[in-house]
């Protein structure tokens, strides 16, 4: 099983609503990985948790709160979202953020509008 | 701090040709990985070959081969035998291996591959 499963893959979502995103693997990976992506640009990243811990924070703004529950599970809790927040999220995951590292699994993502 | 270049922001190949996407890094690392990653219209970011910098030999996965030139800075991927299924934006990344660094991706600006039949 090399799948990285993000649910749900569309949501629209008023400037008003708190909503979740959500991520699961099941290959033993201990690094989880948010990503979010424009249109024709590459991923950027926003959150990596490590051994469930949170690890980077890249100067995300609060109305993105990440939270991983278990090894195999992240979510990322959206609240107050503004128009400009809409954009592809990605959800990745790997071996180990810390010492030896491979290559990272991603999801198909979540195209989130923000209305 | 690393940087990932594609300059090649769109390329296009005919169906059963080779096509050859560009990718040059800067980095000051000795130790590092190198990825080709494929994100079709389904959206989903699919490894495609991957290259450890300690390595001399290119790395090759069927179709697709790298031409890794180290000193050069230089990561380029040429795919063979083009099939339609190969259309699709294109992203090299690079990854440190320093110990102790937080190992995520830096990606270029991506290259979109068309095939025509």
């Known amino acids: 099983d090399t799948e990285v499963t993000q649910t749900p893959k569309h949501l629209v979502m008023g400037m008003t609503n708190k909503k979740s995103l959500k991520c699961e693997q099941h290959?033993?990976?201990?690094?989880m990985y948010w990503y979010k992506q424009k249109a024709k640009k590459p991923p950027e990243l926003m959150f990596v948790?490590?051994?469930?811990?949170l690890s980077i924070n890249e100067s995300v703004p609060s109305r993105f709160s990440p939270e991983c529950p278990n090894s195999s599970l992240l979510n990322l809790h959206l609240h107050a979202l503004q128009p400009e927040d809409s954009a592809l999220y990605l959800c990745?995951?790997?071996?180990?953020?810390w010492g030896q590292g491979v290559e990272a699994f991603f999801g198909q993502g979540t195209r989130l509008t923000v209305v | 701090a690393q940087t990932v270049t594609q300059s090649q922001p769109e390329m296009s190949v005919q169906e059963a040709e080779t096509v050859t996407l560009s990718c040059t890094y800067d980095?000051?690392?000795?130790?590092?990985?190198l990825f080709w990653y494929k994100q079709p219209p389904s959206r989903q970011m699919i490894l495609v070959i991957r290259q450890e910098a300690y390595k001399q030999q290119n790395a090759t996965e069927n179709r697709f081969s790298v031409n890794f030139q180290k000193a050069a800075k230089s990561f380029s991927l040429k795919i063979s035998d083009s099939q339609l299924g190969d259309a699709a934006m294109y992203f090299c990344?690079?990854?440190?291996?320093?110990?102790?660094?937080?190992?995520?991706?830096?990606f270029g600006s991506g290259t979109q591959l068309t095939v025509l039949p």
């Open positions: 980095t000051s690392e000795s130790d590092y990985y």
């Open positions: 990745a995951s790997s071996r180990a953020a």
């Open positions: 948790y490590s051994y469930e811990k």
């Open positions: 990344a690079y990854r440190n291996d320093r110990s102790g660094s937080a190992r995520q991706l830096t």
């Open positions: 290959m033993g990976h201990r690094a």
